[in-house]
Structure formats: structure tokens, C-alpha cells
């Protein structure tokens, strides 16, 4: 089946660095890729939706200059925590998807902030 | 806009026990529903879909859901439950508009006692 790949799975990093999330579709050329936030015990919420060669969408009230997507080729994107604090420590989770077919889960980076 | 309603964010079955998880969905349009399984610190599977197709929908690991127009339902159901389903699990429907931007449900947390 579909492999979604995201790495790194788990960060570590001290207030105020940066720190970048990569999502690649192994064995299938994904035309939309999706960012999700999970928080402890919660479900998922869409950050973002991003088509390759284009700029993402960001859901609203998810700011752009601190979550930075690239979605530069059919088979991987990118999300940048820019300037990252204690507040952005979360779980997130990439998906990546081909026309109308169901998307395809990476398995997640726990990112926490120092 | 569309949204999922999961009843029950705790489920506790015994092994052997018939797994039913809650679902009902608000849509505009005909929906296309999903059911995902988390397990910890780890992404989304899919288990099954529905896409306007067949309503009693059967999936991996022995699940299956039925849709119900009359009563916005789509319920998740498993005939005996194993110790191996204790896990997340999410409902999720498209978005309107879209075939696969996902509004997830709240999640439902199943336990299997031994």
C-alpha cells in the first residue's frame, strides 16, 4: 500500500530555533499534501493544504510566517516551525493524497520546545 | 459546512465483545465518510470509506460501517472485539467542496479489558 514518510518522528529543541518537518510520499506522486496539529487527547486540525508548485492554504488562524510549507515536488513538503516556542509544542502530522483517492498518513513528528 | 459528532470520547468493550463506536455526520451534500484508527504516538490508518457506493461498508481488520441517510449515521462496528483494536479511533468526512479536505470527530478512545 501507500507509504507516507515524515521525518524527523521526534525534536527536541531549545525556544527561539527553527526546526523543519519533512513529509515524503514513498511509492505514489502526491498532488496535495495536508499539515495537521494534534494537542494531547484531541483530534486533528488542518494547518494547511498544499499543492505541489504552488502556495499553500492556510486554514484560518494558523499563521503563515511561523508554520512555512514548500511543497517543491510531487513526492515531498516541507513545514518549517520559524522561531519556535514552548506554545508551538504539539504533535504534527502530514498526509499526502492523489486526485480523489483517500489521503495517506506519515506517522508523525512530537515536536517539543524547550 | 460539514462536521462529524463522535458520542462517546471513551468506549470499553471486553475481548470477544461487539465493538460498536458512534458516528453521525452534518452535511450539506452527499458525504463521503471515513473512519481512521490511531495508534500511540503514530498516524492515521484508514480502515474504511464511504463514497456513495454500497452503505454497509466493510473494511481491514474485521470493521465495518454502515451509512445511514435517514438517521446522518455511520457507525463503526466490529463483531469481536481483540486486545489489538484498543486504540484512537476517528470519524472524518469531506470537507464541502472538496473530496479530500477531512473534518475529523473528536475521537473515540476504545479499550479492550481482558
Known amino acids: 500500500g501507500a507509504v507516507v514518510s515524515q521525518h524527523p518522528s521526534w525534536v527536541i529543541c531549545k525556544s527561539g530555533t527553527s526546526v523543519k518537518i519533512e513529509c515524503r510520499s514513498l511509492d505514489f506522486q502526491a498532488t496535495t499534501m495536508f499539515w495537521y496539529r494534534q494537542f494531547p487527547k484531541q483530534s486533528l486540525m488542518l494547518m494547511a493544504t498544499s499543492n505541489e508548485g504552488s502556495k499553500a492554504t492556510y486554514e484560518q488562524g494558523v499563521e503563515k510566517d511561523k508554520f512555512l510549507i514548500n511543497h517543491a515536488s510531487l513526492t515531498l513538503s516541507t513545514l518549517t516551525v520559524t522561531s519556535a516556542h514552548p506554545e508551538d509544542s504539539s504533535f504534527y502530522i502530514c498526509?499526502?493524497?492523489?486526485?480523489?483517492?483517500?489521503?495517506?498518513f506519515g506517522d508523525g513528528t512530537r515536536l517539543s520546545i524547550l | 459546512a460539514q462536521s462529524v459528532t463522535q458520542l462517546g470520547s471513551h468506549v470499553s468493550v471486553s475481548e470477544g465483545a461487539l465493538v460498536l463506536l458512534r458516528c453521525n455526520y452534518s452535511?450539506?451534500?452527499?458525504?463521503?465518510l471515513f473512519w481512521y484508527v490511531q495508534y500511540p504516538n503514530q498516524g492515521l490508518q484508514l480502515l474504511l470509506k464511504?463514497?456513495?457506493?454500497?452503505?454497509l461498508v466493510k473494511g481491514i481488520n474485521g470493521f465495518e460501517a454502515e451509512f445511514k441517510k435517514s438517521e446522518t449515521s455511520f457507525h463503526l462496528t466490529k463483531p469481536s472485539a481483540h486486545m489489538s483494536d484498543a486504540a484512537e479511533y476517528f470519524c472524518?468526512?469531506?470537507?464541502?467542496?472538496?473530496?479530500?479536505?477531512?473534518?475529523f470527530g473528536s475521537g473515540t478512545q476504545l479499550t479492550v479489558l481482558p
Open positions: 464511504y463514497t456513495s457506493a454500497a452503505t
Open positions: 452535511s450539506s451534500v452527499p458525504p463521503y
Open positions: 472524518a468526512v469531506t470537507r464541502s467542496g472538496s473530496a479530500r479536505q477531512l473534518t
Open positions: 498526509s499526502a493524497g492523489q486526485g480523489d483517492q483517500p489521503q495517506h
